[in-house]
């Protein structure tokens, strides 16, 4: 995704927030929210809050053979999967922070210094 979207994600995201508040404010019963939430989700066209899959582990067969293959970048590059420290192989399926702090910066100097 390009800066430029990023941008408009995140000041899309304040305009919600920003809706939300007002509304949050006002005083309405649930069917308020109910409705709604259905109105978001037909216009985002899926479920907003889809729970995180889990990715079920590997057979034996499956694991033996993925971890003859080596690692296709980084500081591993070219090394085999085994050889690799479990904690290494761990990180990268984790966010990657670094870019959770480019999110949290692009904000900030969006509502700090606004186009």
Partial sequence: ???TGVMERVLAGNKARE???MLHGEEVDSHFWHVLSGLVAAKV???LAEPEKEV???NDAQAHEFEQHTMPFG???CQ???DLEASYLSNLTD???FLTQV???VAWRIKRFPE
């Fill in 80 to 82: 085999r999967i085994v």
């Fill in 45 to 47: 066209g899926k479920v």
């Fill in 75 to 77: 500081k591993y590059q």
């Fill in 56 to 58: 079920p582990p590997m």
């Fill in 95 to 97: 966010p990657n922070p």
């Fill in 1 to 3: 995704m390009s800066t």
């Fill in 103 to 105: 999110k949290r910066y």
């Fill in 19 to 21: 809706l939300f508040a």
